[in-house]
Every structure is written in structure tokens, then in C-alpha cells.
């Protein structure tokens, strides 16, 4: 089955340490990006990427890092920098990075910041 | 102001009825309109896709867009408790969401 992938489902961090959160997508999509989902707000654009090796910040790219090394691959690192990172994160993906795509999501990863 | 506004409810309506959501928005570059649909603690499926005023159907759901307004609708006809989620309107030029409105359909 096609369709994107994150893990894990539930991740608990420490204040002061770095968490990576994994997206993995089967659809030969070349875009993907990561949102931040709060109660009450839409998502809020994290970072994206159009093409491997390529990536743009977003709106709220500060305390966040990522990388795209391969096409069917793009983790987002939360970093100790990141002053309120307890939230829902939802990876996407899309064909191109076009604006008359769609972009698809995958099930989230709830972060929480003990 | 915000780009997109959407009134967050929450919104319970009883089983069978005639559902309405709504967004505004206020940046004209916006031009491919969608409805997402999130239930809880899940990631959001694509609903409906629309570029043009007017409304588009899928069986029980109508999206309507009004660009001279800055307005869109989403109807949802005979509703049932599976619609029971939260609802996110989404729009393109740069993506962007409105905050999402919570409907439970009560049987």
C-alpha cells in the first residue's frame, strides 16, 4: 500500500535534549513538509522540501532542523532551542511542489516535553 | 487578521441533519480551495479539492466557493455520527489552514 509513514506514534522528551521524528512516504512524491498542529490553530508550516538535497524554511522554522537525503525520506529534528515543542506533528507529501497539488498526510507524531 | 478564519465550534448537530462549515479569507492570491478531515488523533484525509467559484459534489458533501466574497462552504447532506471529527478548510497559493471546527453528530 502507498502512503506515508511516521514515527513513532507517541514520543515523550526531556527539556534540553535534541528528538528526531521520522517520515518515510512510498508514493514517489517529490515534495514533503512538516506542519505543527496546536489546539485551537491551524497547521503552521514548519519546513519543506521540493526536491532531495533541497530543502525551505517555513513560518516557523526557528528551534528545528531537517534534512532530505533521499527522496522517500524527510526527518525532522526538535532541537533544545525550540522554546515550546509539545504538539502534534504531521508530515506531508505531494507530487511536485506545485500549488495545484495536494498534499497528503500521515497519521502524526505527538510530541510531549516532560 | 489572520489569512484564513474558521470558526472553531464546537458544532453538534443531531444524525440526518444538514451540516454547513464555513471559512473566510482575506489574501485574493489564494485560487485551489480544499476540505480536510481530521478525526482525533489522526493525521488530515483530503475531503474535497476545488479551484472555481461555485460548488462541487461528492455523494454527501458540497464544496462551495464564492472568490468574490473570500468565502467557502463545505455542506454535508444526511449526516452520521462516522462525520463526527474536525473539519479543516486549507488553501493554496502557499498552503494555509484555518484553525479547524469540531462537528460531533449525535445519533
Known amino acids: 500500500d502507498g502512503g506515508i509513514t511516521q514515527s513513532p506514534k507517541y514520543l515523550f522528551r526531556k527539556e534540553g535534549q535534541n528528538v528526531t521524528l521520522s517520515c518515510e512516504q512510498n508514493?514517489?512524491?517529490?515534495?514533503m513538509y512538516w506542519y505543527r498542529q496546536d489546539p485551537g490553530q491551524g497547521l503552521r508550516l514548519i519546513y519543506y522540501?521540493?526536491?532531495?538535497?533541497?530543502?525551505q524554511k517555513g513560518d516557523i522554522a526557528e528551534g528545528y532542523s531537517v534534512s532530505r537525503e533521499k527522496k522517500e525520506s524527510f526527518p525532522l529534528t526538535v532541537t533544545s532551542a525550540q522554546k515550546n515543542p509539545t504538539a502534534f506533528y504531521l508530515c506531508?507529501?505531494?507530487?511536485?511542489?506545485?500549488?495545484?497539488?495536494?498534499?497528503?498526510f500521515g497519521p502524526g507524531t505527538r510530541l510531549t516535553v516532560l | 487578521q489572520k489569512e484564513v478564519e474558521q470558526d472553531p465550534g464546537p458544532l453538534s448537530v443531531p444524525e440526518g441533519a444538514i451540516v454547513s462549515l464555513n471559512c473566510t479569507y482575506s489574501?485574493?492570491?489564494?485560487?485551489?480551495f480544499m476540505w480536510y478531515r481530521q478525526y482525533s488523533r489522526k493525521g488530515p484525509e483530503l475531503l474535497m479539492y476545488?479551484?472555481?467559484?461555485g460548488n462541487k459534489e461528492d455523494g454527501r458533501f458540497t464544496a462551495q466557493v464564492d472568490k468574490s466574497s473570500k468565502y467557502i462552504s463545505l455542506f454535508i447532506r444526511d449526516s452520521q455520527p462516522s462525520d463526527s471529527a474536525t473539519y479543516l478548510c486549507?488553501?493554496?497559493?502557499?498552503?494555509?489552514f484555518g484553525a479547524g471546527t469540531r462537528l460531533t453528530v449525535k445519533p
Open positions: 506531508a507529501s505531494s507530487f511536485s511542489g506545485q500549488v495545484t497539488d495536494t498534499q497528503y
Open positions: 508514493l514517489n512524491h517529490d515534495a
Open positions: 522540501s521540493q526536491i532531495v538535497n533541497d530543502f
Open positions: 489574501n485574493s492570491a489564494f485560487q485551489y
Open positions: 476545488t479551484y472555481s467559484s
Open positions: 486549507a488553501m493554496r497559493h502557499d498552503m494555509r
